[in-house]
């Protein structure tokens, strides 16, 4: 990493004469593959490292840190905390806290754009070859991800229960039998070794309540999703 800058009576140049700080590499997010990356001078501890007040560092960026064991250690920036100082205070206090953890918040808390919930169940579509999914109060903990070849499979699940959620042709009974067999088959694809019969028994059941819709004005809506099972089904 480049060398230290100059002292220049900012809050980092002080807290570098009396604590000591290092270089860090900050890595921000950005659209696309490409991440911005900047090199900062911080004060950093076990679970923080804090910047000049005008630092460019933002909640979910990356920073490597030196490791006192040797090579790089890699945390994700979780909170922030910009304390302006004012009143008789110097301006040289104002600083950034930004605290941090080991886990990456983007693959447990990310913002999706597409989600659909169905009784107590969310599907979080994140784009790409991967469906994150939650069932609330349900046996699937909230944050696990589908794997990649089970994708298309978890996405024609959630157009099926998307449709029986919005299609008057379906009763309650109807909701609940799908909503049932739909945990089936995300509690199967999430596993490391998925039971195959299992499998093939939720997607049969899920399929049976679709065909409900075949007289109704979903009824093309309806046959393409039992299209889209099978399909997704076969290629597993």
């Known amino acids: 990493m480049t060398p230290f800058p100059n002292s220049d009576g900012s809050f980092i140049s002080w807290v570098r004469q009396n604590f000591g700080t290092q270089m860090v590499r900050v890595i921000h997010p950005v659209d696309g593959s490409d991440d911005e990356q900047s090199e900062l001078e911080a004060q950093v501890q076990s679970d923080a490292a804090y910047f000049d007040v005008d630092a460019p560092v933002y909640e979910g960026d990356r920073l490597e840190l030196i490791d006192p064991r040797g090579g790089t250690r890699k945390v994700w920036i979780t909170s922030l905390e910009i304390n302006q100082a004012g009143g008789m205070m110097s301006s040289d206090l104002s600083h950034i806290k ?26 979080f579509v994140s784009g790409g070859s991967h469906v994150t999914i939650a069932a609330h109060g349900g046996s699937i903990a909230q944050g696990q991800t589908v794997p990649p070849e089970y994708s298309e499979l978890a996405k024609a699940v959630k157009q099926a229960l998307e449709l029986i959620q919005k299609e008057s042709s379906f009763d309650g009974e109807d909701r609940e039998i799908a909503k049932q067999a739909s945990s089936g088959v995300l509690e199967e694809i999430v596993k490391e070794e998925p039971n195959p019969s299992k499998l093939k028994g939720s997607l049969a059941t899920l399929r049976g309540v679709l065909t409900a819709a075949t007289n109704s004005a979903s009824s093309a809506a309806a046959s393409g999703i039992i299209q889209q099972l099978f399909l997704a089904t076969s290629q597993n």
Do not use: E, L, M
Request: aromatic residues 12%; glycine residues 4%.
């Open 98 to 123: 930004a605290s941090f953890s080991d886990k990456n918040p983007a693959s447990q808390s990310r913002t999706y754009a597409d989600r659909t919930t169905f009784g107590d169940n969310a599907i």
